[in-house]
């Protein structure tokens, strides 16, 4: 389709692990942005990328997360040694250009046992 | 530190009438402001974005409303129909392309 597609949609795994989710943006989307929505709360900014550069990376809220972009496209988002308070909805977005209006993906829905 | 409000929690209304829904920030150096609609286990729709040089912005049934200097906005929503039923946030960018969002507003639209 062509909207933001983001996989897996659910994730379930043990406390410890490493996880991986992906994003893939609107092509042509040059901005990109990760955003983690915890169970009653509101939505809080991870991170942003300009192409292939994440200016700001002072969101992610531990070391143990990372995230990357390549080609100006596709997004991974990493978490390592996953903990129990990881659990939450990791939302994506993308937009023309910084500024211009996001556009979200469906989410994955990530719980660490 | 920027803090974004938004009042009331939840709403519920009968089909038909007018609602607004109110957001505020703490600090108002703001790059822009949206609104976006949030359905049950979906990801965010925008409904409408204020650049912070503008007042207001409409699309359809819904109005924008943007007052920098006293850190609100508002959302008009007429003639509300039970497909408006939804979770509505807003969100503020920040000169540093960080968005703070705030907790949103439930609303349900009865038939």
């Known amino acids: 389709g062509a909207g933001v597609s983001q996989s897996p949609s659910n994730k379930v795994t043990e406390k410890g692990k490493d996880v991986e989710l992906r994003c893939d943006p609107i092509?042509?989307?040059?901005?990109l942005y990760w955003y983690r929505q915890s169970l009653g709360q509101g939505l809080e900014f991870l991170i942003y990328?300009?192409?292939?550069?994440?200016?700001?990376k002072s969101g992610l809220p531990s070391d143990r997360f990372s995230a990357e972009r390549t080609g100006g496209s596709v997004s991974t988002l990493t978490i390592q040694r996953t903990q129990q308070e990881d659990s939450a909805v990791y939302l994506c977005?993308?937009?023309?250009?910084?500024?211009?209006?996001?556009?979200f993906g469906d989410g994955t829905r990530l719980s660490i046992l | 530190k920027q803090e974004v409000t938004q009042i009331p929690a939840a709403l519920s209304v009968p089909e038909g009438e007018n609602l607004v829904l109110n957001c505020s920030f703490t600090?108002?150096?703001?790059?822009?402001l949206q609104w976006f609609r949030q359905d049950p286990g979906k990801g965010l729709t925008s409904l409408l974005l204020?650049?912070?040089?503008?007042r207001e912005q409409t699309s359809g049934r819904l109005n924008a409303s943007l007052d920098k200097s006293s850190g609100r906005s508002t959302l008009y929503i007429a003639a509300s129909q039970p497909g408006d039923s939804a979770t509505y946030l807003c969100?503020?960018?920040?000169?540093?392309?960080?968005?703070?969002f705030g907790a949103g507003t439930r609303l349900t639209v009865k038939p």
């Open positions: 977005a993308s937009s023309v250009n910084q500024g211009k209006p996001q556009h």
């Open positions: 092509s042509g989307h040059t901005a």
């Open positions: 990328f300009q192409g292939n550069s994440a200016p700001d």
């Open positions: 600090d108002s150096a703001i790059y822009n």
């Open positions: 204020i650049q912070s040089s503008q």
């Open positions: 969100a503020v960018r920040l000169n540093n392309n960080d968005m703070r």
